[in-house]
């Protein structure tokens, strides 16, 4: 017997579990992970390098722990781009937006405390939850992936966590939340117990509707989180933020480890935001391309679920595991989420796109 992970003294509840994370296969069509298929235009590569030698000559140095040229930019972004204004002090960022999660778990929850989502939703967020001791609660989410006003309202006044997640477009559903959903469940948040509402938009640059940033109006207890992982195309620089409170950015602070943001990922950000104009430029055509996957699909036979991101989830399927293997073995890679009956796929370019609709027509007609 090989000395293992149960051999270790770790903490009860991580005992016997698996890390997260989408098997990394190298298939010829990777649609399983909700990235951008489009790579950096050269002009944004050059002045990464050319910002990150800059940055290389002070490496001797920690980076600016307050990231305040970053943030500044980000809340340049948000205001332009919602309407609704920010500045440097309602930003924070992180290392991706499972940092952000993480460090608001660390500052709202912990142990003793609970956290609640609306499930299937975004597995990490009971997973960042399990990690920094909080307790988990799965609340409930409609036949159709809505989620439910009544049922939730309950759920809240019963349970009175500290912590509500709100994933809108949700993952892996594709389904957006309406304002007045986010509205009613901040209320009976804070009815229950004052907590802290996390509106999660890793997705939102892909709606139909728009951000839910003006929310933030005299709600201090209201978070909204996002990334630059998606719709700019570069999950490899892990950067997520949140608008919030100035309050909130404070509190995280907290938590936060001292330059959490290394110099070389701060000036590869600030290289991408100057890029804004091209990176969101392939937003149009990927929102077009889900469109397209959603009624292919539908003309082909498939159950899809309404999307507002970059991606759809399809089915119905006795056995989803099986059909997942199934497209696999026709070298297109998607995305087994544990939603009984269900897979997802990321919208990728026009041809990826093609090959996976080839394969899935394959099989309807192999099953009829
Ligand atoms: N939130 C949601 C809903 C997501 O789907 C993801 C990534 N899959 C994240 C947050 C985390 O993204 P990142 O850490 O790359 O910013």
Redo the contacts with the bound molecule.
Sequence with gaps: MTFGIDDLPVRDELRGKTPYGAPQLDVPVRLN??ENPYPLPEALVERIAERVREAARDLNRYPDRDAVELRTRLAAYLTETSGYAVDVRNLWAA???????QQLLQTFGGPGRTAIGFEP??S??GLIARGTGTGWISGPRREDFTIDVPAAEKAIAEHRPDVVFI?TP???TGTAVPAETVLALHDAAQAAKPSMVVV?E??IEFSHGASLLPLLDGRPNLVI??????AFGA?GL???YLAAHPAVVDAVQLVRLPYHLSAVTQATALAALEHTGTLLKYVEQLKAERDRLVAELRAAGYEVTESDANFVQFGRFADSHEVWRKILDRGVLVRDNGVPGWLRVTAGTPQENDAFLDAVRELKKEQS
């Design positions: 992970t909700n290392n991706g937006s499972n940092e952000v999660i939703s975004y990490m967020h994933t949700n993952n892996p999660d890793a997705y989180s996002r990334t630059m992982s998606k999950a892990r950067l997520g």
